[in-house]
Every structure is written in C-alpha cells, then in structure tokens.
C-alpha cells in the first residue's frame, strides 16, 4: 500500500510541475484570452491542493514513523 501511496503523490507532483511550467509559458504570453487564465488557475488551484496533500503526509509520516 506504501508504494501505491508513493506512486500517487510522484505523479501528483510531477503534474502539479508541468502545470506549473504551463502557467509560466501563458504568464508570458501577452495574448491569452482570460477563458484560458481561468482554466488554469483552476487546475493549479487543484494541484496545489494535492502538494499540500502530500506534505502533510510526508510531514506527518516523518513526525510518526511506522515501527516494524
């Protein structure tokens, strides 16, 4: 389960990296229309949810480290 766990939040980081490039590339873009902006503040909106996500439990995981 671990793994799987792992494996969820490396891609949820990876894509909340890729949105974030994205979203750069259109900040530079002085014609992209608002519909677009939106959009993407949306979904980075959602990725940074996801981060958070994972920095708790990677927070949490390091305050209470399973015993085995």
């Not at 490396?10 to 994205?22: F, P, V």
């Not at 990725?47 to 399973?66: C, E, I, K, N, W």
Request: cysteine-free; overall charge negative.
């Amino acid at each position: 389960m671990s793994r799987l766990a792992d494996h969820v939040e490396e891609m949820q980081l990876s894509m909340a990296a890729e949105l974030q490039e994205q979203a750069l590339q259109m900040l530079d873009d002085k014609h992209v229309e608002a519909e677009r902006l939106r959009l993407v503040v949306g979904e980075l909106s959602g990725a940074l949810q996801d981060v958070v996500r994972v920095a708790t439990s990677r927070g949490h995981r390091m305050l209470h480290p399973t015993q085995t």
